[in-house]
């Protein structure tokens, strides 16, 4: 890596730090490039106590805006075989488990894959990136991710495993952080009551790693434009059916103020991808 800069703003952050790095490697002729080199150095097994802990606690963007939205995006999923790529601890699947789907998780988070097997014995949890998926062609009736391809390094190769392994006439059902989001420098710029001014971004188009730190949990996650996402979904030849920047319920908003930013930044997308009734031919 020949250059790299580091932004690293604390005073803004207000207890959740984030340093972006981002490399230029002569080799690539000046353009940027991805930092790390295998998906098992971006933190994960390390904060993977952490994130139990803020799991247990229960997550206000999952408990109060996320889950109901995916839920509903899953629809009716009993006797379906569901696939959540980026299963975590298996959260997601004990959810659509007790809707009577039959669920698959996978993680590489080997941590999160015990966790999730204590959790739910006899659930199956396999140990394995979203880029290469353990699974067969046409072997599920839904594949969900649920803010995870943020922090998968090659999410093209994820995209297309997704489309492999989702039946024909299929959906895969995604919440996943905006781009604007990832993009920030310095979260929100405050004026000198500390009052939120604005949200910062940069260097928007640019795909990069960043490390973000929040309730004792350190990763590093990626910064990608939406156009890269909707068309490494384009290319692996899905449809879009659903796009939504979900917002708060008037209820949650009336008893949990700090959702009343969602309108000022709306951190997460929700997308559904139809996989063709038959793949094209070839
Ligand atoms: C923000 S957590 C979300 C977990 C879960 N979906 C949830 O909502 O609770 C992101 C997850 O992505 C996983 N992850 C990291 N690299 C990955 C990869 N290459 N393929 C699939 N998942 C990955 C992490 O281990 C972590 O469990």
Redesign the pocket.
Same mark, same amino acid.
């Given at each position: 890596m020949a250059s790299s800069v580091r932004v690293c703003n604390p005073r803004f952050a207000r207890g959740r730090t984030w340093v972006a790095e981002v490399g230029i490697a002569p080799e690539s002729g000046g353009k940027f490039v991805r930092r790390m080199s295998t998906?098992s150095d971006?933190g994960?097994s390390t904060s993977a106590g952490a994130w139990l802990r803020l799991?247990e606690q229960g997550d206000p963007n999952?408990v109060l805006l996320l889950d109901e939205v995916m839920l509903g995006l899953c629809g009716e999923v009993r006797d379906r075989d569901v696939l $959540?790529? +980026?299963? +975590?601890e298996g959260? !997601?699947c004990r959810m659509l488990g007790a809707r009577g789907a039959r669920t698959v998780g996978? $993680?590489?988070?080997v941590e !999160?894959i015990a966790e999730a097997r204590r959790q739910q014995p006899g659930g199956t949890f396999l140990a394995a +990136? +979203?880029?290469a998926l353990p699974l067969a062609d046409a072997s599920m009736d839904l594949v969900v991710s649920?803010? &995870?391809l943020v $922090?998968?390094?090659d999410f093209r190769a &994820?995209i297309r495993e997704m489309a492999r392994v989702v039946r024909p006439g299929g959906r895969c059902v995604i919440a996943n952080l905006n781009g604007f989001s990832t993009a920030t420098t310095h979260f929100w710029a405050r004026d000198e009551d500390n009052n939120k001014r604005h949200w910062t971004m940069d260097n928007y188009m640019v795909e990069r790693p960043g490390r973000a730190e929040w309730a004792g949990i350190s990763i590093v996650n990626w910064h990608r434009p939406l156009s890269a996402y909707v068309q490494a979904f384009l290319g692996a030849g899905l449809r879009l059916e659903h796009f939504d920047e979900p917002m708060p319920t008037p209820a949650v908003k009336a008893k949990h103020p700090k959702m009343q930013d969602f309108h000022r930044i709306p951190h997460f997308c929700t997308m559904v991808w139809r996989a063709p009734a038959r793949p094209p031919a070839a």
């Open positions: 998906p971006n994960w799991m999952r $959540d790529v +980026g299963c +975590g959260r !997601f996978v $993680d590489p988070t !999160f +990136g +979203g880029e649920y803010v &995870a $922090d998968i390094p &994820a």
